[in-house]
């Protein structure tokens, strides 16, 4: 099973700051690797796929890159709905999530 | 607009068998294009994929989860269905059905919490 690590766990913020989500792959995913943000109560929302190409609808604040076993979120200006949960997964092997980072004020 | 609803029932004993259904609009789960999957989230912690169905009805699950899981299709619904054998605590968690392929998993149920519970 290929294993996702995220960090940090907690990144405290503020509105305007540009901030950077770390995935780490236990192996090479190549660029399967998709990124999701996730509200309370809410169903995950696709925001990047396959590394760097963002999902329907997803402003461009928020950008991906990497390949092989190291990857980022960037988000260039914090809004105030973008504090949530983000996860990165994999489809190079089956699919599998990393355990989050939670975006927080 | 596709849709996904799961539906199921909300509490479980310990040891039995925990059953949900994925209800899909706006799209044919037949179409051979996607794979419809079950991902969950136990009460505060990370995300689950739990498996997969592409046409056909072949499927994928977790390996941690193999021996307890079976997924099915009924087409002339368009739904798609979980179960999950000898549940305990450790199964409780919001459960999603959602659709996926090479962008992700694009379209996600809104989600149903499954407590196992005496």
């Known amino acids: 099973e290929i294993v996702l690590t995220q960090s940090p766990a907690t990144l405290s913020s503020s509105p305007g700051e540009a901030v950077t989500l770390s995935c780490r792959a236990s192996?090479?995913?190549?660029?399967?690797l998709a990124w999701y943000q996730q509200k309370p109560g809410q169903a995950p929302r696709l925001l990047i796929y396959d590394a760097s190409n963002r999902a329907t609808g997803i402003p461009a604040r928020f950008s991906g890159s990497g390949s092989g076993t190291d990857f980022t979120l960037t988000i260039s200006s914090l809004e105030p709905e973008d504090f949530a949960v983000y996860y990165c997964q994999q489809r190079y092997n089956w699919w599998t999530f990393g355990q989050g980072t939670k975006v927080e004020v | 607009q596709l849709q996904l609803q799961e539906s199921g029932p909300r509490l479980v004993k310990p040891s039995e068998t925990l059953a949900l259904t994925c209800s899909v609009s706006?799209?044919?789960?037949?179409?051979?294009?996607?794979?419809w999957g079950w991902i969950r989230q136990p009460p505060g912690k990370g995300l689950e994929w739990i498996g997969s169905m592409y046409e056909r009805g072949s499927t994928q699950y977790n390996a941690s989860l193999k021996s307890r899981v079976t997924m099915s299709v009924d087409t002339s619904k368009n739904q798609f269905s979980l179960k999950l054998t000898s549940v305990t605590a450790a199964d409780t968690a919001v459960y999603y059905c959602?659709?996926?392929?090479?962008?992700?998993?694009?379209?996600w149920g809104q989600g149903t919490l499954v407590t196992v519970s005496s």
């Open positions: 192996q090479n995913v190549n660029n399967y």
């Open positions: 959602a659709r996926h392929g090479p962008r992700g998993f694009d379209y």
């Open positions: 706006g799209a044919s789960i037949s179409s051979g294009t996607y794979y």
